[in-house]
């Protein structure tokens, strides 16, 4: 994994741009801490900051290869294969890297070789002899990708933060961006709060002429009938987990699992350590837990039980080296405004500072992790595909549950909901969600609309937890892998039936039985729970000082924009000890008010 950035301008000559690129280039030092490269000509300027993975002799980027030029961030899980029938063909390779196998691949397919990938990828490639940057995003994208127009060119980066440290772009919010930054829980394919800075979609390619810019998605999900039987299915999915495992593990540096308790990461870190013991190797697996947790814990319908004790159960039986990482509520606090700066936007609070915290102390053990993401959207493992409040609501599914738990208040002032009004955002992102459901003719109401589910959650709010693991991750210069994501078997899971998927009547019942022969039957079959929050109560007590702090600030950057008097009232209210996400609109408020500040915003709405 890698961080890249650059830009290209069809008028200007960019040979001597380096002072630029090179300040492009260190924003994302976090992201490439053990190398960096440049390439410089008079249309384009490439930079590149390396976190040694694969080949760490010759891989150095940006890397050349003919008539081409390569920055690229990511793992190509298939490229021994393509090596192999590229060498067919007559490709020389002088490296072992995937990168120069990318290269490869785009000399002989051009624009196409992107589907003959298989891997977490962002990439640019300057050609040449056509004169046209050519820029490519994985399926589900996992890894992210940036850019922003020009007069004359285009600018992009694996962060925002790369694309602003160009001179030709400003840090500009409009209404759509407020709505987003305040209310809105949601990922929208392409969008970021920022007016002129766009994200390449997932599976999506962008190239860049002295004609102007063209985009092209090259992969998407289709719907047709599954005619598999359970049996057939149920082999099909473990078929795949334990290919994708096992091409995910490859790395010249230790690979570890993130390993929760729950069906989905102690799938994967069962499968793991098997692999690796075929090869008299042990696994790492590495696990979250809070200081007091046991003392302070309730348990609700979102978290049944403490996830710690399932841990130990899963890494005994996988015989994996376990590692428990204990947070106190100080290091929270103290951590608090990191996930903003690494979105470049306000996060998510706890729920990433707590996950970088986890990826720092992994980072001293290992390079690589291998992680759980997607099963809950691929396979229906969320409690809102049960529920029918969430089911006939109209509007994204989680949203229901959001407002149960008073997570999802904008609080924002009556004059800043009326111009940035986020509930006809969500509306509006919503409605333009339910038009690309890739529908089934024929097919029953009821599961035309869980399909619709489906779609949401793959493309809406699974792309919220991919930016979160990304960036947490590669705070500290540590790449994670998430074997869930890969497409083939999204393509699959996405025609099975719910009646199969939910087989025993139980959230992700198909997958469960996939893992039949890896797991303990207890915790093969322990119910859905959700990443863990802190439960100690001097966290939510620290929050609640510093949010008041910011509220009676009159020189506050956040307070022209929200509620005050209401967040007052809200701040002074006793704190529910029943619910762990009371404190997440304060938490926003705090990262927002640093997000305004440290990157001088510059809000520009109309009525």
């Known amino acids: 994994m890698c961080g890249i950035t650059g830009f290209v301008d069809f008028e200007r000559n960019l040979s001597a741009e380096r002072p630029v690129l090179t300040r492009m280039a260190d924003t994302l030092r976090n992201r490439g801490p053990d190398a960096q490269g440049f390439h410089l000509a008079p249309r384009v300027a490439l930079a590149h900051r390396r976190l040694i993975v694969i080949d760490p002799e010759t891989g150095q980027q940006p890397m050349r290869f003919g008539d081409s030029v390569i920055t690229f961030n990511g793992e190509i899980y298939n490229y021994l294969e393509l090596r192999k029938e590229l060498q067919a063909k007559g490709h020389e390779f002088a490296t072992r890297s995937d990168t120069e196998v990318l290269l490869h691949t785009y000399a002989e ?119 598999d039987s359970l049996g057939t299915t149920i082999e099909t999915i473990r078929s795949l987990l334990v290919d994708t495992v096992r091409r995910q593990l490859l790395a010249d540096v230790p690979v570890a699992t993130m390993l929760s308790g729950g069906l989905d990461s102690s799938g994967i870190t069962a499968l793991a350590a098997r692999e690796l013991r075929k090869a008299g190797r042990k696994l790492a697996s590495f696990s979250i837990d809070f200081e007091d947790q046991a003392k302070f814990f309730t348990a609700n319908a979102m978290h049944l039980s403490l996830d710690t004790p399932w841990a130990l159960k899963v890494a005994a039986h996988a015989q994996t080296e376990q590692h428990t990482v204990v947070i106190g509520p100080d290091a929270l606090l103290e ?123 793959i493309t809406r709010f699974l792309p919220m937890l991919l930016h979160r693991k990304d960036r947490m991750s590669m705070a500290c210069g540590f790449e994670v892998r998430v074997p869930f994501c890969d497409y083939r078997l999204v393509d699959y899971v996405w025609n ?112």
């Open 109 to 227: 397919w051009g624009e196409d070789s992107v589907l003959h990938l298989n891997g977490i990828f962002a990439f640019a490639i300057w050609d040449d002899r056509e004169h046209r940057l050519f820029l490519g995003r994985d399926h589900l994208g996992v890894k992210p990708l940036f850019y922003s127009r020009t007069a004359t060119g285009l600018v992009f980066g694996s962060e925002i933060k790369a694309i602003l440290a160009h001179p030709s772009v400003r840090p500009i919010v409009g209404a759509d961006g407020l709505a987003h930054v305040f209310g809105s829980f949601l990922s929208v394919p392409g969008f970021t709060p920022y007016r002129d800075i766009a994200e390449l979609p997932p599976a999506s390619t962008l190239t860049m002429d002295a004609r102007g810019m063209r985009t092209r998605k090259y992969w998407q999900l289709k719907s047709a009938p599954h005619t």
């Open 496 to 607: 099975v039936p719910w009646d199969q998927k939910s087989t025993g009547d139980i959230e992700k019942g198909v997958l469960r039985r996939a893992l039949e022969d890896v797991l303990p039957h207890d915790a093969l079959y322990r119910k859905k729970s959700p990443y863990p929050v802190a439960a100690h109560p001097a966290y939510r007590e620290g929050v609640r000082q510093r949010v008041l702090g910011i509220l009676k600030d009159p020189n506050a950057a956040v307070r022209p924009f929200i509620d005050v008097a209401n967040l007052m009232k809200q701040a002074e209210a006793p704190i529910q000890d029943d619910n762990m996400y009371i404190h997440t609109p304060f938490e926003r408020i705090i990262q927002t008010e640093g997000w305004l500040k440290a990157y001088g915003i510059e809000v520009s709405i109309r009525a």
């Open 335 to 457: 951590h608090l405004m990191v996930p903003t700066f690494a979105h470049d936007e306000p996060g998510l609070g706890q729920l990433e500072t707590s996950l970088f915290l986890l990826c720092r102390e992994m980072k001293k053990h290992a390079t690589v992790a291998l992680s759980g993401e997607s099963a809950d959207e691929v396979f229906g493992g969320y409690p809102w595909f049960f529920r029918p409040e969430a089911l006939n609501a109209d509007t994204f599914p989680w949203m229901v549950t959001f407002r149960e738990m008073g997570t999802n208040k904008a609080n924002l002032s009556p004059e800043m909901m009326a111009k940035a009004n986020p509930s006809a955002y969500i509306d509006r992102r919503y409605r333009e969600s339910l038009a690309e459901v890739p529908r089934l003719a024929g097919e029953a109401p009821v599961d035309a609309r869980r399909r619709e589910l489906f779609y949401h959650n």
